[in-house]
């Protein structure tokens, strides 16, 4: 029964691991977005991504445009249902930001949702408490790190370096029960 489950899922998970320093570029204006886990749940995640770069090797995600700027392309998304193999460790995300037609999914500071939800990395299921660890978000339109669900948030500012991001570091999720405290942190 369940076994049976978890071994047909596994056999259709689709991994992609990326070697340390390569480099990413997405096309301005284009709506470029890299998605990952487009499952419901964890249970039926569909992707994974695996990107551990190295200090001197980091696993960058930039814009293609000359000169680049914030907000060039929309991010990395990992849907509803990220699962604990997705790892980003020694990433670059540069030059993110661009609208992606979502908003509501995460909590600002005066306890109201979001009116969009632009940023380098936005993740819209719980994700692992090591998910993203060591890594850059430089000259970004909008948050940093956006956690887009209902649920706790892991401690991703710790080790993770934030450069130009105009919008909160590191945004705060809904409560389990989907409301937003009446005042959030913004860091």
Not at 29 to 35: D, E, P, R, T, Y
Not at 157 to 168: A, I, K
Request: charged share 10%.
């Amino acid at each position: 029964g369940n076994a049976m489950n978890s071994i047909a899922r596994l056999a259709t998970l689709a991994t992609l691991t990326l070697d340390p320093g390569v480099t990413f570029r997405f096309v301005k204006g284009s709506g470029a977005v890299l998605h990952v886990d487009k499952g419901t749940t964890s249970a039926a995640a569909t992707g994974a991504l695996v990107a551990n770069g190295t200090a001197t090797q980091p696993i960058v995600f930039t814009s293609a445009a000359a000169p680049p700027a914030a907000g060039d392309w929309v991010g990395l998304d990992f849907g509803n249902g990220p699962i604990v193999s997705d790892s980003l460790d020694h990433v670059e995300v540069r030059y993110a930001g661009a609208d992606p037609q979502a908003n509501g999914f995460h909590c600002l500071p005066n306890g109201s949702v979001s009116a969009d939800e632009k940023a380098a990395i936005s993740i819209y299921g719980q994700p692992a408490p090591g998910m993203i660890a060591n890594s850059l978000f430089a000259d970004v339109d909008g948050a940093g790190i956006n956690l887009a669900y209902p649920g706790t948030a892991p401690d991703f500012l710790t080790g993770n370096t934030f450069t130009n991001v105009t919008g909160c570091k590191v945004t705060t999720p809904k409560n389990a029960n989907g409301t937003c405290p009446a005042s959030s942190p913004c860091p």
